[in-house]
């Protein structure tokens, strides 16, 4: 059976799991985000990544019931956690943006989950705003007048115009982490981060570093004045059981 076919029975079979990984302040350490990352209990293969499977999944509608099922667990999630300040970080593919009811969808699910609306952020790759730019914006402009947040992940990979970019409604930055991992040791890359993360506060956004390994990397970009962190450094993307613990933890 090829893993495609098996993949509608892990969303009715509850084999998908959460994984949540903190972002974290740069300035004072505080937790301000967390992302949903999801996992396959697959029964024969085991623990499945994404990687293995949403490229197979974005192929195919079934990416909506994906995107669905991960919105409603996560916001369910973080409702039990029960911090106010606390948001949920979720990622969005380019095909869910085609389907016309997404923006109606994903507002439902909050409204359900009972979630001021500002506390979900939605993820969507640099090269998958380029899918469909127009659509992208209008579907954005949609999700954020009711309040929802979006970020551009894994930003430097793709080349949006810097036109397109001022234009879109978005909250958020999250650059690359080919330029973060190695920037002590890299000076074109260190060259990369400075400028972005100038060019995110010039547009009024905030900047996230992703692929934060250790503490070097967090000292230089708290020195370029990089707003938050995501990263090995201080936290793996972990199950909700362990989030909370280390949650207590960390205040
Ligand atoms: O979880 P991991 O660290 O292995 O993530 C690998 C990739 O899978 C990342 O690019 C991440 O954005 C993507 N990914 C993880 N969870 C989801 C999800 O729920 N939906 C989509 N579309 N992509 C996801
Ligand atoms: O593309 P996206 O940003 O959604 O990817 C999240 C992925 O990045 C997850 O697979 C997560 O396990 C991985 N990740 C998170 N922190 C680090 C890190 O510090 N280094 C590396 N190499 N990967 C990380
Ligand atoms: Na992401
Ligand atoms: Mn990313």
């Given at each position: 059976l090829s893993l495609i076919s098996e993949f509608r029975r892990a969303v009715t079979d509850n084999q998908l799991v959460l994984h949540y990984q903190p972002k974290a302040k740069l300035?004072?350490?505080?937790?301000e985000a967390i992302e949903a990352l999801v996992r396959w209990h697959h029964p024969a293969r085991g623990l499945l990544y994404p990687d293995v499977f949403v490229p197979l999944v974005e192929q195919t509608d079934l990416i909506d019931d994906l995107t669905r099922w991960v919105l409603r667990h996560a916001l369910e999630d973080l409702a039990t956690i029960g911090d106010p300040h606390l948001a949920v970080a979720v990622n969005i593919s380019a095909?869910?943006?085609?389907?016309?009811?997404f923006a109606a969808d994903v507002k439902a699910a909050v409204r359900r989950a009972g979630?001021?609306?500002?506390?979900l952020v939605l993820e969507l790759t640099e090269t998958a705003l380029l899918f469909d730019p127009t659509r992208a914006h209008d579907v954005f402009t949609d999700l954020t007048s009711y309040g929802i947040r979006v970020s551009i992940d894994d930003f430097g990979r793709g080349q949006t115009s810097l036109g397109y970019l001022s234009a879109l409604p978005l909250s958020e930055i999250k650059i690359d982490r080919t330029f973060v991992r190695d920037m002590v040791t890299n000076a074109a890359h260190a060259a990369i981060v400075r400028s972005v993360v100038e060019l995110g506060h010039n547009l009024g956004l905030i900047v996230v570093a992703e692929g934060v390994e250790t503490a070097e990397v967090g000292d230089e970009l708290r020195e370029c004045g990089c707003d938050v962190a995501q990263g090995y450094w201080f936290a793996r993307p972990m199950p909700l059981v362990d989030l909370r613990r280390w949650l207590a933890g960390s205040d």
């Open positions: 300035s004072d350490g505080a937790v095909r869910n943006l085609s389907r016309h009811t979630i001021e609306p500002h506390r």
